[in-house]
């Protein structure tokens, strides 16, 4: 058992290599790979080059001026149209949410209303269980409407 440990160290320690270097041929070494990795990096810094918006990058609007005089002009006016229809879309969005809003607390506000007036009519014909049904709706409606309008307000 303890031959095959050692035939394993040997076999082991044969396939390892010594590389013996001065002290000037390392730093040599090191100092040649970190200028060539400080290189790349100022080149992929000198190379980048970010640009975002609607109208392309004014490089690219020379080129397309090239092609067509009008074609950074008409570029210009699509962005300028495209920010116009957007602000509209937003006014009426926020027009409609409030209309929307009106109504949701109207209908039933309204439906209330109606059932009350419907109730003190039965109350005056007579029909008293019939007034108490419509109460207790008219009740339930506006209670509905409050509920639902806090569990939006809380989420």
Do not use: C
């Amino acid at each position: 058992m303890q031959d095959n440990i050692e035939e394993n160290d040997l076999a082991v320690s044969s396939q390892e290599k010594n590389i013996v270097m001065t002290e000037t041929e390392l730093h040599e070494l090191l100092g040649g790979l970190q200028e060539e990795i400080h290189a790349d990096i100022k080149q992929t810094i000198l190379h980048s080059e970010k640009f975002s918006g609607p109208v392309p990058h004014p490089d690219h609007m020379k080129q397309y001026k090239l092609i067509d005089k009008s074609l950074p002009l008409r570029f210009t006016k699509m962005a300028e149209d495209n920010l116009s229809h957007r602000q509209s879309m937003e006014k009426l969005t926020t027009v409609g949410e409030l209309f929307m809003g009106f109504l949701g607390w109207l209908t039933p506000t309204g439906i209330s209303f109606y059932s009350i007036y419907t109730a003190s009519e039965l109350i005056q014909d007579g029909k008293s269980i019939e007034a108490l049904i419509s109460l207790v709706a008219a009740l339930a409606t506006l209670g509905g409407a409050f509920y639902m309008k806090q569990k939006v307000d809380n989420q």
